[in-house]
């Protein structure tokens, strides 16, 4: 048994293994085939963009990596990337082992399902199905990927199933252990305006040393504009020291060209703190806090608020945080509350939610505005519904969607993971279905990311 997770694969699964280091390579991403073909330097350094950027006749990368300084800049060209990457080679496992997994897997899903009418889906059905996919022969690649579509069509959109390259890297990114070639980005799709907007940018990387910014926006990548989908994405991929132009756009500015060359990236997320300038000198302090998904972030949070001293006030930002694991937001529960704040509830039992309170100057008494978007999902939104309830904080944004379910995780013999939502959340105070609901905003208040400076 796994330490409990939530959301955070909603969009993962959405968007495939590209969406959190759009522009990075991952741990994950590595699994992607990395023998991309390097073009020499040519006219794709320098051509035209058709989106109106500015570009200087011979554009120069910003910052060349040590690693990279006796290699000349050459270019992945677009034309040469195929549009399917395939994952890294894995381990054959044999008929009767998948049939094992298979029915280890099934077993737990009858068992700790948190919906015991499958939500009106066909399970009985749906395992007859792939049991027999199974039976008429599927590689080991095939067995994990259909294994995963399986656990799809109970239809939450939540539960998932890892093969074991990935659940390796699943635990690294949770360690806070990015470890991957490419710019230093860390990025948010937008699939109504078909743009990748800038999170954050990782210390002493390519991206940070050419100027990129929180929210500005990258919109094309070697002059082609980019697209909300695993090809277009896959172009930023490429070998260490080669380069890729970057198409980037500031709130109310033009386009500018950016070359930046593709080099190792390691490091953890990384929180925005700062004091908001006020008219009467109260001392308000912001954190934007990107996920629950890094076991670094609390270590980081608490500095923050050992940097602040006492506040007026304080406010957390959640608009992009799509949930993690139990162990991230636990910490961070303990310096703004204490004592019971509700319940997480399975078929047949439930366990308590119970903080023990531990404060950093008057964090625990501090006023605390929360600020949620429908990107807030998960921990997201069990964090913000529990500090709500409590009368602990005020929400401020858009009502989130709704997607309070706890994963459970079980590993197998083959190393591979069923995550499997198990549970679900009631506050202390309220019998609120937030499933149903979402977590209702105090005041009606949003801006998207990158209308934000």
């Not at 910490?331 to 439930?350: A, C, M, Q, Y």
Request: proline letters at 7%; hydrophobic letters at 40%; glycine letters at 6%.
């Amino acid at each position: 048994m796994k330490t409990s997770r939530t959301a955070l694969w909603l969009k993962r699964i959405a968007y495939g293994l590209l969406v959190l280091s759009l522009l990075a390579c991952n741990f994950v991403t590595q699994l992607v085939n990395p023998n991309l073909p390097i073009a020499t330097p040519s006219a794709a350094m320098t051509a035209p963009v058709s989106n109106g950027a500015t570009n200087s006749p011979a554009l120069v990368p910003a910052y060349i990596p040590p690693e990279c300084v006796s290699i000349p800049p050459a270019t992945v060209s677009p034309q040469q990337i195929a549009p399917t990457q395939t994952i890294a080679p894995i381990a054959e496992i044999s008929k009767d082992e998948q049939l094992k997994i298979f029915e280890r897997m099934t077993d737990i899903i009858d068992n700790v399902y948190v919906y015991p009418d499958f939500s009106g889906k066909d399970w009985k059905g749906i395992k007859a199905q792939y049991r027999d996919k199974i039976e008429a022969s599927l590689s080991a690649e095939q067995f994990y990927v259909e294994m995963n579509n399986m656990i799809v069509e109970l239809g939450d959109e939540h539960s998932h199933y890892l093969s074991p390259p990935e659940a390796e890297a699943s635990e690294a990114e949770l360690r806070g252990e990015n470890n991957y070639v490419g710019v230093g980005v860390y990025s948010q799709p937008s699939v109504e305006r078909q743009t990748f907007t800038v999170i954050s940018t990782f210390p002493n990387s390519p991206a940070r040393h050419a100027g990129i910014q929180p929210h500005d926006k990258i919109i094309a990548v070697d002059g082609v504009p980019l697209k909300v989908d695993e090809f277009s994405a896959s172009r930023v991929r490429g070998p260490q020291c080669s380069t890729v132009r970057l198409t980037v756009q500031m709130l109310n500015e033009a386009p500018r060209d950016v070359m930046l060359y593709r080099a190792p990236i390691k490091g953890s997320l990384i929180i925005e703190q700062r004091l908001i300038p006020t008219s009467d000198e109260s001392k308000i302090g912001y954190i934007f806090i990107p996920s629950f998904y890094d076991e670094t972030l609390p270590p980081q949070i608490k500095q923050a608020l050992e940097d602040f001293g006492d506040l007026d006030g304080l406010i957390l930002d959640l608009r992009l945080n799509n949930g993690g694991s139990s162990s991230v937001v636990n910490p961070i529960f303990e310096w703004f509350t204490n004592g019971h704040l509700g319940k997480f509830v399975s078929r047949d039992s439930s366990r308590p939610l119970d903080v023990k309170g531990v404060s950093i100057h008057n964090s625990q008494t501090v006023p605390l505005v929360i600020i949620v978007s429908e990107d807030t999902i998960s921990y997201g939104e069990i964090f913000t519904a529990a500090l709500k309830d409590q009368g602990r904080a005020k929400v401020v944004g858009e009502t989130s969607l709704g997607n309070v379910e706890v994963l459970h995780g079980y590993d197998f013999n083959d190393n591979s993971q069923l995550w499997i939502a198990s549970e679900t959340f009631i506050s202390a105070t309220s019998n609120t279905d937030f499933e149903e609901t979402g977590i209702v905003q105090d005041v009606q208040a949003y801006a998207p990311w990158d209308t934000i400076t």
